[in-house]
T-cell receptor, first 110, second 113 residues
Framework: QKEVEQNSGPLSVPEGAIASLNCTYS??????FFWYRQYSGKSPELIMF????GDKEDGRFTAQLNKASQYVSLLIRDSQPSDSATYLC??????????FGAGTTVTVRA | EPEVTQTPSHQVTQMGQEVILRCVPI?????FYWYRQILGQKVEFLVS????????KSEIFDDQFSVERPDGSNFTLKIRSTKLEDSAMYFC???????????FGSGTQLSVL
């Protein structure tokens, strides 16, 4: 079983729509959960992080965490063409190891 | 905002040669990491470093790899005898406290010919 699993996509959404990204993880001891955005050839850029069950909102982004289901999601509201990128789910496992999913490629159509 | 600095941005080397990738983490950070990303593939964990020793390493991080923090500022990754399959983007990251977000450098693109 992979440590972190994401749908690879591509996920295509029209401008202004909601993009919904999902991620599951295997280690119940995981402590912190991150969403990174990566443009081609660039380093990962942190968008959101979440530690506790429930929702966390930051601007147009909402992260959701359900530890019982070992599930993390990211919603991007009012999607913009500049949101087109690969979104990486990352899970911090003991000790000091951040494991990445393979990423979901999002394309926002103008 | 403070940032993690990596040098060089690109490194080309011959198979079998040694390379050293350099990173300057954020100054008050305590945890340091190396990741790599082969073109078109996922970001892979290599090693974590805390309190001047390796905390955890992946199966990729074999005897050909080593890390050092020689002077309290630089954090280096050495590959002793490079192989073609070592060609990848290598990212350094640092973290202030456990469970906090990781700050990534802009990466070193390593090409082994």
């Amino acid at each position: 079983q992979k440590e972190v699993e994401q749908n690879s996509g591509p996920l295509s959404v029209p401008e202004g729509a909601i993009a919904s990204l999902n991620c599951t993880y295997s280690d119940r001891g995981s402590q912190s959960f991150f969403w990174y955005r990566q443009y081609s050839g660039k380093s990962p850029e942190l968008i959101m992080f979440i530690y506790s069950n429930g929702d966390k909102e930051d601007g147009r982004f909402t992260a959701q965490l359900n530890k019982a289901s070992q599930y993390v999601s990211l919603l991007i509201r009012d999607s913009q063409p500049s949101d087109s990128a690969t979104y990486l789910c990352a899970v911090l496992r003991p000790l000091y190891k951040l494991s990445f999913g393979a990423g979901t490629t999002v394309t926002v159509r103008a | 905002e403070p940032e993690v600095t990596q040098t060089p941005s690109h490194q080309v080397t011959q198979m079998g040669q040694e390379v050293i990738l350099r990173c300057v983490p954020i100054s008050n950070h305590l945890y340091f990491y190396w990741y790599r990303q082969i073109l078109g593939q996922k970001v892979e964990f290599l090693v974590s470093f805390y309190n001047n020793e390796i905390s955890e390493k992946s199966e990729i991080f074999d005897d050909q790899f080593s890390v050092e923090r020689p002077d309290g500022s630089n954090f280096t990754l050495k590959i002793r005898s490079t192989k073609l399959e070592d060609s990848a983007m290598y990212f350094c990251a640092s973290q202030g406290y456990t469970n906090e977000k990781l700050f990534f450098g802009s990466g070193t693109q390593l090409s082994v010919l």
